[in-house]
Structure formats: structure tokens, C-alpha cells
């Protein structure tokens, strides 16, 4: 599995790559983070996997959800392979990311959305050191 960039007690820092469209243009990059479970059975991630249901870290505390939307990106701020902290404690596009819970694993979701002539689509990647939208490999992290 890659190895993220840096890691402090509360964040980790990722190198995010911008997206190809292949087809059709990307509107948006969204960064997805998950709280790891032990009950967790490893999965391959597949298209239909992504998180289309934009949450933020409030509202998966009340509802009990292990994923919530950490940052929204335009992709003119993704030109090329840049890299990213989780957990910076910044707001992204409405999106709080909270610093990580050092007793806790996580995985870090990317994923490009498409809003093309009124359809959207998304596609999520998990691999935080060769992310490249439509590609689907998963990193596990500790911080």
C-alpha cells in the first residue's frame, strides 16, 4: 500500500492527482474520509461504491455514519499532483476537516464528480498516493 506524504497525531497529508475525464468534464473533487472498523470486511471499491450523498462531519456524528465529506475542490485547484492534509482543522467549500481521532484508523476517499449537461456521475478512487479518478485501490491509515 502507498505511504501517505506526512503524518502528525491529528492529520495526514496525501498526494491528490487531478482526474482525467475521459469523455466528460470534471465539476468537482471531493475528499471522503471513513472511520476503519474492526467488524469491517475488506472490500474492492467499485463504481457503484463512491458517496454520492454529500455529508459533513456534524451530521455523520448524528446519524452514525463512519463517512463524511472532509473538502470539496474546484478543479482549477487541482492542476496537477498536489498534496493535501486530512485533518488540517480548514474549511473546504462547506465541508469542516476535523482532525483525526489518533486512536482511530481510517481510510481516505477521493473521488472526481461530473455534472455534464445536466447528468452527474462520480468516480471514487482509495489510493491516496496515485490518485487518479477511475482507477480503485484502497489505502488504510493510522494516524
Not at 469523455?23 to 463504481?47: F, H, I, M
Not at 498536489?82 to 482511530?104: A, C, E, I, Q
Amino acid at each position: 500500500m502507498p505511504s501517505p506524504l506526512s503524518e502528525t497525531e491529528s492529520t495526514i497529508t496525501v498526494l491528490l492527482r487531478p482526474a482525467q475525464g475521459r469523455g466528460a468534464p470534471v465539476s468537482t473533487y471531493q475528499v471522503v474520509v471513513e472511520e476503519e472498523t474492526v467488524k469491517k470486511v475488506k472490500r474492492e471499491l467499485g463504481l457503484q461504491e463512491c458517496f454520492p450523498l454529500p455529508m459533513s462531519h456534524g451530521e455523520a456524528q448524528a446519524r452514525g455514519t463512519p463517512h463524511y465529506y472532509t473538502a470539496e475542490l474546484p478543479p482549477s485547484s487541482l492542476p496537477e499532483a498536489s498534496p493535501f492534509t486530512v485533518g488540517d482543522n480548514h474549511t473546504y467549500n462547506g465541508y469542516w476537516n476535523s482532525p483525526l481521532d489518533p486512536r482511530k484508523s481510517y481510510l481516505v476517499y477521493f473521488q472526481a464528480m461530473s455534472n455534464f449537461k445536466g447528468v452527474s456521475d462520480e468516480t471514487a478512487a482509495r489510493d491516496t498516493a496515485d490518485l487518479t479518478a477511475f482507477d480503485h485501490q484502497a489505502v488504510s491509515i493510522s494516524v
